[in-house]
Nanobody, 123 residues
Framework: QVQLVESGGGLVQAGGSLRLSCAASTRTFSIPTMGWFRQAPGKEREFVSAITRSGSSIYYADSVKGRFTISRDNAKNTVYLQMNSLKPEDTAVYYC????????????????WGPGTQVTVSS
């Protein structure tokens, strides 16, 4: 069982930045893929970004490419999502997730989820 806890959410103005962190209860080096998803009110949970065990493969949704950066520090069992140039449409609850698969881009491919952290971007 893997427990994940997100932190770093909050309220920020458009154009601002936030850094989300996801702390895992187990060694992240043992988790093949770590990802971030988000869910806005009334919408489906959507893929944001994912990173493989060594960080050699990284994936982004088109909507965040060039603005968000995912990284992982296996020594600290933590995954990060640096979010720059935030837009009001980035407002959502952001979820950290862990997958036992080598590559995972959709919800059902993830096995463990954090409770989420709210990100609100004001215009």
């Amino acid at each position: 069982q893997v427990q994940l806890v997100e932190s770093g959410g909050g309220l920020v103005q458009a154009g601002g930045s936030l850094r989300l962190s996801c702390a895992a209860s187990t060694r992240t080096f043992s988790i093949p893929t770590m990802g971030w998803f988000r869910q806005a009110p009334g919408k489906e949970r959507e893929f944001v970004s994912a990173i493989t065990r060594s960080g050699s493969s990284i994936y982004y949704a088109d909507s965040v490419k060039g603005r968000f950066t995912i990284s992982r520090d296996n020594a600290k069992n933590t995954v990060y999502l640096q979010m720059n140039s935030l837009k009001p449409e980035d407002t959502a609850v952001y979820y950290c997730a862990a997958s036992l698969r080598v590559e995972a881009h959709i919800k059902r491919e993830y096995d463990y989820w954090g409770p989420g952290t709210q990100v609100t971007v004001s215009s």
